[in-house]
């Protein structure tokens, strides 16, 4: 079987963010936009996320995950530019997205997400009612949402129940088949912090700890990473990439994505990552590879 290329972008965080209208800066929004003027528009950078995507296409996967943060505070001009954004990596059938924390900022626009991205959230049943399922050559990518609005200064994610008895039933439905699968989450199953975590983290991990997946990608965090959580036939790997669109600053490397090359043998998978940086010159090149499977 010949191997299938899978690319990982997450959190672009699309600058430059539109003005917005004085009735959209409340409670929320109003700090975030605050942020952004002071803070955030230093490093998320449009020259930055342009040059990545040139060498996401450049690199021609055979199709690009995307986990979340496309916007910044879910203004109502953002989603027609994210929309803009997506339709320039690829067509629908060739890019798989998921909404983050940052696309449900705020309760008025908590579901635009799905609205404006319907054709890259859908599965294959053309129902964006998470989980969603789209198979891409031996994949089955599974999309679940971990978005919803929270209160100022709280950046947490959750699955809820309904949501995972929904992604128990499909994995169980998985299990005898032949697939690659790969569950696409915004939130980190580990995080540190109180303020930005997976509430259900446990309940999940313990979900795949009964059923499994080959892979999970992850975004959030805005940094590199690899763990590894249990599984029913050996360790997972979840792995995390930097913000599509930032500048190095602090702990936070500069934008990144991956490439996963993922094939099968008579009685296995494998899997390898390959790492794309870009640098201060805004050039993209490889900086690592780790075989993951």
């Known amino acids: 079987m010949p191997s299938f290329t899978l690319a990982h972008v997450s959190d672009p965080h699309l600058p430059p963010l539109p ?13 975030g ?43 109502n001009a953002e989603f027609a530019l994210a929309l803009a954004w997506l339709q320039s990596i690829g067509r629908p059938d060739r890019v798989t997205a998921i909404p983050g ?25 053309n129902d964006t009612a998470f989980p969603t399922l789209r198979r891409r050559g031996p994949l089955a990518l599974i999309g679940l949402s971990s978005a919803l609005p929270t209160p100022p200064f709280m950046a947490t994610g ?64 805005h940094v590199h990473s690899i763990i590894r959580i249990d599984g029913p036939n050996g360790s997972i790997p979840v792995v995390g990439v930097p ?25 296995s998978w494998r899997c390898e990552q390959v790492v794309r940086s870009i640098d201060e010159k805004l050039h993209v090149e490889e900086i690592g590879r780790t075989r993951l499977m």
Not at 19 to 31: D, I, N, T, Y
Not at 56 to 69: E, F, L, R
């Open 158 to 221: 959750t699955l809820g129940r309904a949501q995972l008895e929904r992604l128990a039933r499909l994995l169980a439905e998985l299990a005898n088949e032949t697939v690659f699968r790969v569950l696409m989450v915004h939130h980190p199953l580990q995080s540190t912090s109180r303020i930005k975590r997976l509430t259900d983290s446990a309940k999940l991990t313990a979900l795949l700890r009964r059923h499994g997946v080959e892979l999970i990608l992850h975004g959030h965090d």
């Open 33 to 75: 936009y605050l942020n952004w003027t002071r803070n955030r528009h230093k490093y998320h950078r449009r020259e930055v996320v342009d040059a990545l995507t040139k060498d996401v296409t450049a690199q021609a996967p055979d199709h690009i995950a995307v986990t979340g943060d496309l916007v910044n505070l879910a203004l």
């Open 19 to 31: 003005k917005p209208r004085v009735s959209e800066l409340l409670g929320k929004r109003a700090l």
């Open 243 to 267: 913000s599509a669109s930032a500048l190095a600053h602090g702990r936070h490397p500069p934008a990144a994505y991956n490439i996963y090359r993922i094939e099968r043998d008579n009685v």
């Open 101 to 125: 924390n940052h696309d449900a900022y705020v309760r008025a626009t908590r579901h635009r997400f799905t609205e404006a991205f319907a054709d890259y959230v859908s599965g294959d049943d």
